[in-house]
């Protein structure tokens, strides 16, 4: 039995020597919050496969791993490069048959880098743990542009710090303040202000 209060590296290292229950508990530390990231980046039909197949990854290629390394950022970029994958998949079938949606073009906000409150990620409480309320949430969020999407869901659900967040998106810090600014200020506007009250 490998006990759930070793950190990380230590669970990695003891992976790398032999140990697969060390693997089962970095995978029971990081599922809940990983498969709730899938889920709310793509949705419920494709997370289940995601899942699979992002974990079955991890396991692959751990014993390679640096046990220094950050494992929930290198955990969180293997999930966003398959998500990718994903959408260019669903993108190209698109093409093929013609679907058109109605969503908006995915873009930043030409005056985002040049905003003097970029640091402030906004002051709305996302509270990821209560059913009903991520329901709610679940459903603006998804209405957001990708960028600023995905920047809220790993700030707020799998609790990267935005250094952490520039790092595995490859963008500054000021550019993922802003993404996650904008993308609380469009929440609070889908929302409206009765349900964002409510949600603090």
């Known amino acids: 039995m490998v006990a759930d209060t070793q950190s990380d590296k230590e669970l990695i290292i003891q992976f790398?020597?032999?140990n697969q229950t060390a693997f089962e508990t970095l995978y029971?530390?990081?599922?809940?919050?990983?498969?709730?990231?899938?889920?709310?980046?793509?949705?419920?039909?494709t997370a289940d496969d995601l899942f699979q197949d992002v974990m079955m990854n991890v396991q692959r290629h751990l014993l390679k791993f640096n046990p220094d390394g950050n494992f929930r950022a290198?955990?969180?970029?293997?999930?966003?490069?398959?998500?990718?994958?994903?959408?260019?998949?669903?993108?190209?079938?698109?093409?093929?048959?013609?679907?058109?949606?109605?969503?908006?073009?995915?873009?930043?906000?030409?005056?985002?880098?040049?905003?003097?409150?970029?640091?402030?990620?906004?002051?709305?409480?996302?509270?990821f743990v209560n059913s009903e309320i991520s329901k709610i949430l679940n459903t603006a969020i998804q209405k957001l542009p990708e960028k600023q999407r995905e920047v809220v869901n790993l700030h707020y659900l799998m609790d990267l710090s935005?250094?952490?967040?520039?790092?595995?998106?490859?963008?500054?810090?000021?550019?993922?303040?802003?993404?996650?600014?904008?993308?609380?200020?469009?929440?609070?506007?889908?929302?409206?202000?009765?349900?964002?009250?409510?949600?603090?």
């Open 162 to 200: 935005f250094r952490e967040i520039a790092e595995v998106l490859n963008c500054s810090i000021n550019t993922i303040s802003a993404r996650a600014r904008y993308g609380l200020r469009n929440i609070k506007k889908i929302l409206g202000p009765k349900l964002v009250n409510e949600l603090k």
């Open 74 to 127: 290198w955990l969180v970029k293997i999930a966003i490069n398959k998500i990718r994958d994903h959408h260019r998949k669903t993108n190209r079938m698109k093409k093929i048959f013609r679907v058109h949606t109605n969503d908006n073009p995915e873009r930043e906000d030409v005056n985002e880098l040049s905003d003097p409150e970029v640091t402030d990620p906004g002051d709305v409480a996302l509270d």
């Open 28 to 45: 029971n530390r990081y599922c809940d919050r990983l498969y709730s990231f899938l889920v709310y980046q793509i949705g419920n039909h």
């Open 16 to 18: 790398q020597n032999g």
